[in-house]
């Protein structure tokens, strides 16, 4: 329990290795079972690529008017 | 709901924190914080009242760099507790790929607790999720207490505990438990990369 005792950083690094280990197995078992990925397509229209930002909360403008109706 | 993306080479995970008002979830946030290296050390985000209590929630993305190939992200969230948030606490579970319940052990507290908890599974159903199958992980928090004001761990895990799963007794306030109950739902969360992607 005693985490303070520990050099700043050093559990972060601890995590660290131990996500990219299990990771990389996950990856591997995936690779293999998964067909190649197909070739990209010949450019058509710049769209935005669905980044991982897509399961962030961006509609601001809409959970500040959520914000505001719980407060009433 | 499937984490990882082929196409775009991204691993991303949204962790929510959730339990009820004042069990310790944004402190939780803050340690992760505290031990990033200044590298990856991005923003957090933290809506809170003059008093600390979070008022809407917190956010924390953390960038992992590139692991086997994968640009991999986290992202904590915390919720706020307090029992009027109902609608906030429903937005942030929206997407969620693992829930980290953290629980007051304080032995006053075990109301708020089991009510805390129900309002989880409640709010997991109506987002689509099954609560039965989401990955999660319990962690009582305040061990640090004096024992005379925390019930016992076996307790809390007969009382909160029912689908058996991972457990961690915790001092977030000094960090402790903290990173075992990361670690533990960031394993539960891509141990669903090699199972079919579902939502629930």
Redesign the interface.
Known sequence: ????EKD?????????A???Q???E?????DAA?PA?APPLARKVATP????D????LDWDN?AE??I??ML | MSVVNYGTREITCKIVYYGPGRSGKTTNLQHIYSQLPEERKGKMVSLATETDRTLFFDFLPLDLGTISGFNTRFQLYTVPGQVYYAATRKLVLQGVDGVVFVADSQSRQLAENIESLQDLHENLADDGFDPRTMPLVMQYNKRDLPAEEISPLEELDNKLNFRGVPHFPASAISGGGVFECLRSIASLVLARLSAPAAKG
């Open positions: 329990m005693a985490a303070d700043e950083g050093a559990e972060f690094a601890d995590f660290m131990d996500i990219s299990e990771i990389s996950r990856v591997e078992s995936l998964l990925p690529s669905l980044s991982s897509a399961r962030m909360i959970v959520r914000m109706e719980e």
